[in-house]
């Protein structure tokens, strides 16, 4: 099994920064990628971005494209989630979630980090 704990979520004003962090702990040689995901109210939950465990290449949802960077200390195997110019509209609940090799899903989720923008 994976665990996954994130932190950094908060309040911050449109136009502000915030980093999130997901530590990643247990089989973590089983993951094949792990993902970052949010959750507004009254809406479905969403694919920000993405890293691939072995090489590093990450990938993000156009919503946030040039905005938001995924980066990996792979010495702590922690994936951070940058998020810059933040909008209003970015407000959610946050989530990392990994998928681990030979399936096709995300199996195993952290608890959630809030970020909420105000304008």
């Known amino acids: 099994q994976v665990q996954l704990v994130e932190s950094g979520g908060g309040l911050v004003q449109a136009g502000g920064s915030l980093r999130l962090s997901c530590a990643a702990s247990?089989?973590?040689?089983?993951?094949?990628?792990l993902g970052w995901f949010r959750q507004a109210p009254g809406k479905e939950r969403e694919f920000v971005g993405g890293i691939l465990w072995s090489d590093g290449r990450t990938h993000s949802a156009d919503s946030v494209k040039g905005r938001f960077t995924i980066s990996r200390d792979n010495a702590k195997n922690t994936v951070y989630l940058q998020m810059n110019s933040l909008k209003p509209e970015d407000t959610a609940v946050y989530y990392c979630?990994?998928?681990?090799?030979?399936?096709?899903?995300?199996?195993?989720w952290g608890q959630g980090t809030q970020v909420t923008v105000s304008s």
């Open positions: 979630a990994v998928q681990v090799r030979g399936l096709a899903s995300y199996d195993y």
């Open positions: 247990g089989r973590t040689s089983s993951i094949y990628a």
